[in-house]
């Protein structure tokens, strides 16, 4: 399995979407094989979750919104890696005070560089979904731009 996922990492460097998203529920196995990729292609592994709320707490809550892409970028340009990008628990970005689209963030990001990401969710009928129906993070969007790597 990791040596799809890295052939795929390779590969989305000569594709027009270079954004692959690893798609499992909680507990599916997406930080292992992330960690893996990372430790064994020598690439940076970045913890959205920590790191970009570190970046967003000294932000006014209402001008975060217009700060998530430059902080992102930030955090990229920090790692210097100019190859590919591996960021794992983005369960951030479906923050409803945020206000950006999950998957438009990340393939913005992957227009300079292929980036692999968790994706916490589903992945039925072409469509990415994240939280159930009714609940106030649920997403639900289709695959356009990226390619999915499914573990469940």
């Not at 799809?4 to 909680?26: C, F, G, M, P, Y």
């Not at 970045?46 to 967003?56: C, P």
């Not at 591996?86 to 951030?92: K, R, S």
Request: charged share 25%; net charge neutral; with cysteine.
């Amino acid at each position: 399995m990791l040596e799809r996922l890295q052939q795929l990492a390779e590969d989305a460097a000569t594709l027009k979407s270079k954004l692959i998203l690893v798609v499992a529920n909680t507990a599916g196995g997406k930080t292992e094989i992330l960690s893996r990729l990372a430790k064994s292609d020598g690439l940076p592994l970045i913890n959205v979750g920590i790191q970009l709320s570190r970046k967003l707490l000294p932000i006014p809550s209402l001008q975060r919104s217009s700060e998530v892409m430059p902080l992102f970028r930030e955090l990229i340009d920090e790692t210097g890696s100019q190859k590919c990008v591996i960021f794992d628990n983005i369960e951030i970005l479906f923050e409803e005070d945020l206000r950006v689209a999950p998957v438009d963030v990340l393939k913005k990001l992957a227009h300079a560089r292929p980036v692999v990401a968790a994706w916490p969710g589903h992945f039925r009928d072409g469509r990415l979904t994240y939280a159930r129906t009714g609940h106030r993070e649920h997403c639900e969007v289709p695959i356009d731009g990226a390619v999915v790597f499914e573990l469940n």
